[in-house]
């Protein structure tokens, strides 16, 4: 077998020291020039780093006057921390039921039972008895917000039976609510039913879904009107109740809410004189 011998190249090698040679063949001579053959050290330039001033040396701002102002929380540094919650301005508990019933907001509060309450359960439970001369607040008064400074509430304190009057020693009407009405009116507006009409001394224990959630006795689970429904128990239908009257009260105060705002319409289009009422 003929041996092959090396071709000589057509082309004239560079030198080893050119920087036209590729990195790897530059024997480890330093890089002076870039790929256009520009000098790196007038091309790349130092970058300096950025001067900032503490913020102990930052001048604060003043008002025209010359005195100094104090820094408005917008001044402050930027923050990851979440603001600060607000108390709400309203005289009503969101989110907080009733201690009593459970299924309305509770937007008044007794201080001597330590209970939130609505205006029905406040009347039906203080109306008489002993809890008759209990103190009824508005959520608000009676401390579950505190608005102004923390030092109201420890007055409140101090004073004992004294918190909440005015300066001639006499309890204020805007801070409290006057239950005193007669027992029988309460009694005659609602009825408690606790056993079956058609079954006398059955108690209500039980809840057909498919009658709307109608109480029923064990009696009347055999019966024919109920055959084949669904039934639960009193207690797991309670809640489920409850959610929906509270849907349905939302709904109806929206309701009432807008054929409120349709009265004053009205009322204003026949003061000006566009309508003949």
């Known amino acids: 077998m003929a041996q092959v011998l090396a071709k000589a190249p057509l082309f004239p ?4 020291d050119s920087s036209r040679l590729p990195y790897s063949d530059r024997r480890g001579l330093p890089e002076k020039k870039d790929i256009d053959g520009r000098n790196l050290e007038t ?11 503490p913020a ?3 001048p604060k701002r003043r008002a025209k006057g010359g005195a100094s102002k104090p820094p408005a929380p917008s001044d402050k540094l930027p923050t990851l921390l979440p603001p600060e919650a607000r108390p709400s301005a309203s005289p009503c508990t969101e989110k907080r039921a009733c201690m009593h019933c459970w299924g309305a907001l509770g937007t008044l509060y007794c201080s001597d039972c330590s209970q939130i309450l609505c205006g029905v359960c406040a009347i039906k439970t203080h109306s008489t008895g002993a809890n008759r001369s209990h103190l009824i607040y508005t959520a608000s008064r009676g401390g579950i917000f ?18 909440g009057k005015d300066q001639d020693g006499k309890r204020s009407k805007d801070d409290s609510f006057n239950l ?3 027992g029988a009116a309460w009694a005659g507006s609602v009825k408690v039913v606790k056993t079956c009409e058609k079954h ?9 879904v498919d009658c709307d959630y109608l109480p029923i006795c064990v009696q009347c689970m055999d019966t024919a009107a ?4 669904f039934i639960i128990s009193m207690r797991e239908a309670a809640p489920i109740v409850r959610k929906k009257l509270v849907e349905q009260a939302s709904a109806l105060s929206s309701r009432i809410a807008d054929l409120q705002s349709i009265d004053i319409a009205l009322r204003n289009c026949k003061l000006e ?3 003949d009422m």
């Open 146 to 163: 505190e608005f102004g400074t923390p030092g109201e509430e420890k007055d409140e304190e101090a004073g004992g039976a004294g918190g």
């Open 43 to 53: 091309v790349v330039q130092p970058v300096h780093p950025l001067t900032v001033r």
């Open 56 to 58: 102990s040396q930052v």
């Open 273 to 275: 004189g566009c309508l």
């Open 226 to 229: 109920h055959a084949g429904h």
């Open 180 to 182: 005193n009405i007669e």
């Open 200 to 208: 006398p001394g059955e108690g209500l224990s039980f809840a057909c």
């Open 13 to 16: 090698l560079a030198a080893a």
